[in-house]
């Protein structure tokens, strides 16, 4: 927070977010299709995330089984990308996102609903009027530029604007380590009929990486090892290595971040190049201009979600969406017994058909601040129910939420603890979520 500055005012909205992530996205177009002023700031200039910027291959499994459970905008973009691709979406397994499709389909969906969308601006302060925020100061191209607004949306990921607020939060685990983060690739030229033949003989792509590791010949010290998922029939995206013992919110390290990312992504193009049937003349074409980042700052909101409420597959009388994915913590050091306990918990906690855990709409609200929302991998939450909800699908199912609270919120002040939590979940539902 700064002592409010006389600078000029760029825009103004009822609701302005801050991110166009999933999280972001699933605000922007619930809260414009509600009837509300949306204003919609991203640095980057692509809406996604992760998703585009990032070149994270797929989204996370959508179905508990029974059904899918990411109900509205979510499942409306999987469904639609998915067409434009010519592929059946998998419902049970990982989608693979073709990056440019869902750029182009999320730049006409924001066009359609009247989301005012600000590229290249970066948010790096808050200015208050007691526990209110009236307006949010970024860097733009003409200078240090103001965007006031009734109601605010923090879907940067990082809790970025909740911190910037004042809002307390928590960062990794009890040491202050945090998840390794990932920079993931784009591909080209493989004979996926050659490597799927070879991986059916017993010599995949993970098989091959640890014979390496068994051997001490792996060019990375690397022990789980995550994909690389086909996306058209020549090209694949990686989510592969990661950059360990970095801290996802210092400048320096972000920054060390990027560049040890793309010398990963440089040793495991030689790697499939050299181990690996049907990757003989793969060719990397882009590493992500967005690092994977998989968890910063945790805020501290109305309720605490904790993996207490994953193992009882909670239900909220404010639940404003579910979510099916299991508890997924990357190791944080080179330690090689940690690294290999990943997968292991992954399995030992993976629900069963039809098994969930409700998303109460105050993990959203942060403590401190009245007209701030908090969806996606910075909302309240403990860092093992965090690295279930951080995942893609219930991001937008958190933004989404946070889209018509904030429409509910305006015609109340602005207060966020004002919305009442039935109107809440009857939209929600006419937009398509599903809930206990």
């Given amino acids: 927070m700064i002592e409010k500055l006389n600078l000029p005012v760029l825009a103004d909205a009822d609701v302005v977010i801050v ?183 017993g010599h995949s792509d993970r098989a091959i990486w640890q014979e390496l590791l068994e051997a001490g010949t792996a060019p990375l010290p690397e022990h789980h090892f995550v994909c690389m998922k086909q996306i058209t029939p020549t090209t694949a995206t990686s989510n592969l290595g990661h950059i360990y013992g970095m801290n996802g919110i210092d400048e320096f390290e972000l920054t060390r971040g990027y560049m040890e990312g793309r010398r990963v992504v440089h040793v495991f193009e030689q790697f499939y190049r050299e181990h690996v049937p049907g990757f003989e003349n793969v060719t990397l074409v882009s590493t992500a201009a967005l690092l994977g980042v998989r968890e910063t700052r945790r805020i501290r909101g109305e309720y605490r979600m904790t993996v207490e409420d994953y193992r009882r597959r909670a239900v909220f009388s404010d639940e404003i969406g579910r979510c099916c994915y299991p508890i997924d913590i990357h190791s944080a050091s080179t330690n090689a017994e940690e690294q290999k306990q990943v997968e292991q918990v992954l399995d030992a906690t993976r629900f069963h058909r039809g098994e969930s855990y409700g998303i109460p709409y105050r993990a959203m609200i942060p403590v401190g601040v009245i007209n701030l929302l908090v969806p996606g991998r910075a909302l309240s939450a403990d860092r093992a129910i965090q690295s279930s909800l951080r995942v893609m699908p219930p991001c937008f199912v958190t933004g989404q939420a946070a889209g018509v609270a904030a429409v509910l919120a305006a015609g109340a002040a602005g207060e966020v603890r004002a919305v009442d939590a039935g109107p809440l979940r009857e939209r929600l539902a006419g937009l398509g979520a599903w809930f206990r």
């Fill in 19 to 201: 991110g166009g992530g999933p999280a972001g996205i699933g605000a922007a177009l619930a809260a414009a299709r509600s009837g509300a002023d949306v204003l919609l700031l991203e640095q980057f200039g692509t809406l996604g995330g992760l998703a585009t910027a990032g070149l994270v291959p797929m989204f996370a499994p959508t179905s508990d089984g029974e059904r899918m459970i990411y109900g509205g905008i979510f499942k409306e973009l999987n469904l639609e990308m998915c067409r434009r691709m010519k592929v059946e979406p998998w419902q049970e397994h990982w989608q693979a996102i073709n990056p440019e499709i869902f750029k182009r389909l999320l730049d006409e969906k924001v066009l359609e609903a009247g989301v005012r969308v600000i590229f290249g601006v970066k948010v790096c302060e808050a200015e208050l009027s007691g526990s209110r925020i009236d307006a949010v100061l970024a860097a733009t191209s003409t200078g240090l530029r103001k965007i006031t607004g009734r109601v605010f949306i923090d879907a940067t990921g990082d809790g970025l604007l909740a911190a910037l607020s004042g809002v307390d939060f928590e960062y990794g685990d009890e040491a202050g380590n945090a998840m390794s983060p990932t920079m993931c690739a784009q591909f080209a030229g493989i004979d996926f009929e050659k490597a799927n033949a070879a991986a059916e003989q």
